[in-house]
């Protein structure tokens, strides 16, 4: 039947029996199917003189505010354009038309005193004419095909902004038809023109019209913004919703206005925050900037104020609308976070939390330190101060801008509690120990004081890593042994040991390992203890 496939025997007779049907079916065709075609053809006749009545008052638009406008090199290239638009319009809709005369005549005509068509319901003869001699593909509906489709591509060649799909497209472009077996191997012609009665040919003509000056429309539309005489519709409607305030106490009111904002599709404004352009998208302008203020009252707060204007082209010429809004500039209270806050540890790793809620998501923190060395954290606010003087100014920063200054003292590490330890418990220094109970060993231990510990453990870590013990009776030393650890074994003194003699343990050398895990001598650490033997 179609696309020269070779068919066999039983695919032929197929095809006949189906050419049969088809034709027994137009003959059945009823008088109310009919009447349906005509008034869907009448519908779109109608719609295409009211849609070319409004391009023409587009066309006639543009004209006048190219005059307006002094007749400018640009503007009436412009205007160039729509006119070749609209004759490439006129001269696609006179085809058309001369096409469905064409149909009409070559079906039999009119009914000269009813006005009917004679061949409302024939299919042969309109086929005949738009399709051709079967499989020759030389129908008036294949000329019209690329008639239609280089309409579209001259049309979008008129404005950057148009890029138009194709009229006339066969069954596999055409979603509702591109799966369908009955439907997806027809080209344009036959989907559009075979097996059609022709009162269904001349509705399906209509329809192509109506699409041809619906392109007109848009490309005149686009033409048309480009000289200000875009129609101004406001077909863009979004709900907006102004509070008083975003934070609402508990037990307060929330009081907000509620209303709809407005835009159009149509035409391009232009704005402008305090004097200087910005970026409009979707009718929509973009203001950012940095909120500054120079004072601030007893409450840290700055009434501040910004400028806008909106300029919108019409046929009349150019609008503009003004605004000014106020807003508060809170100023940012820089708060730091700690286990101790009112002064850090020399040559520490003093771990800080610096927040400025007033931010929010905008904070953006970095940090420099007079008077010391900052390590950036992993989170965000989280800074490392490690002072090497007295006093440290620590400067916060956000985006780059300064917020503030902290100012801190700084305190020298304090030394650690040396105690001896012996079996896991403390000795009793004034009390001593029996002959009987002398330790087998003894532990040096270093301890930090308790709030440095707390704030900063990584840097509390010491060990007592040079000491002396020796065996003493009177005035003589009975055994002696240097240690370079904390533990030392002092079984070989329990054997001299009596009551009355004493251990000396003379501490010599302490280490602290910082939170860089490097390894440095405590100063000012030395002590002796003197344990009694009973």
């Not at 042994?481 to 302490?510: C, F, H, W, Y």
């Amino acid at each position: 039947m179609a696309g020269g496939k070779k068919e066999t025997p039983r695919q032929k007779m197929i095809g006949m029996m189906y050419l049969v049907l088809t034709a027994l079916l137009a003959l059945q065709v009823s008088n109310t199917v009919l009447q349906k075609f005509i008034f869907i053809d009448q519908s779109l006749r109608e719609s295409v003189n009211s849609t070319r009545d409004q391009n023409n008052v587009r066309l006639q638009a543009i004209q006048a505010q190219v005059e307006k406008k002094g007749n400018k090199p640009r503007d009436k290239d412009v205007l160039k354009r729509a006119k070749e638009a609209h004759e490439l319009t006129n001269e696609m809709l006179s085809y058309l038309s001369q096409m469905r005369e064409t149909i009409i005549e070559k079906s039999g005509g009119k009914d000269p005193e009813t006005g009917e068509l004679k061949g409302a319901k024939d299919y042969d003869k309109q086929m005949a004419y738009t399709l051709g001699p079967e499989g020759s593909k030389s129908g008036a509906a294949y000329e019209l095909e690329n008639k239609l489709n280089g309409f579209v591509d001259e049309m979008s060649s008129l404005h950057d902004s148009l890029s138009f799909g194709k009229l006339a497209k066969p069954a596999s472009e055409i979603d509702e038809f591109k799966n369908d077996p009955d439907q997806k191997d027809k080209d344009f012609a036959y989907l559009n023109f075979g097996n059609t009665p022709t009162v269904a040919c001349l509705a399906i003509i209509s329809q192509f019209q109506s699409q041809v000056a619906n392109l007109e429309a848009k490309a005149l539309e686009e033409l048309a913004k480009d000289v200000g005489a875009a129609e101004l519709r406001f077909d863009k409607i979004i709900p907006v919703v102004s509070p008083e305030s975003r934070i609402v106490a508990a037990g307060t009111k929330y009081k907000a206005e509620m209303f709809m904002a407005a835009s159009s599709s149509t035409t391009k404004p232009t704005m402008t925050y305090n004097g200087k352009p910005i970026k409009v998208e979707d009718g929509k302008g973009m203001i950012e900037f940095v909120a500054n203020a120079s004072s601030y009252d007893k409450e840290n707060k700055s009434t501040q104020t910004w400028k806008g204007e909106i300029t919108i082209q019409t046929p009349l010429g150019d609008t503009t609308l003004k605004v000014e809004e106020e807003f508060i500039v809170a100023k940012p209270v820089i708060q730091v976070q700690s286990g101790s806050v009112s002064a850090l540890y020399l040559n520490c790793g003093n771990e800080l939390q610096i927040n400025v809620p007033a931010l929010g998501t905008e904070y953006d923190p970095s940090f420099n330190a007079n008077g010391g060395d900052v390590i950036k954290g992993a989170k965000k606010g989280a800074v490392t101060v490690i002072p090497n003087r007295a006093k440290v100014d620590l400067t916060v920063y956000s985006g780059g801008k300064a917020l503030g200054v902290e100012k801190f003292k700084v305190k020298r590490v304090p030394n650690p509690t040396i105690k001896i330890f012996s079996r896991g418990k403390p000795v009793d220094l004034k009390n001593g120990v029996s002959a009987s109970q002398f330790p087998r060993s003894i532990e040096a231990r270093a301890i930090p004081e308790q709030g440095f510990a707390e704030f900063l453990p990584k840097d509390a870590r010491y060990r007592v890593t040079g000491w002396e013990v020796t065996l003493a009776r009177g005035r003589r030393g009975l055994a002696n042994k240097k240690v370079s650890s904390p533990t030392v074994n002092i079984t070989d003194m329990a054997q001299k040991a009596k009551p009355g003699d004493r251990i000396i343990i003379e501490l010599k050398r302490v280490q602290r390992m910082n939170f860089r895990d490097k390894i440095e001598d405590v100063n000012g650490v030395s002590e002796i203890f003197t344990i009694p033997i009973n």
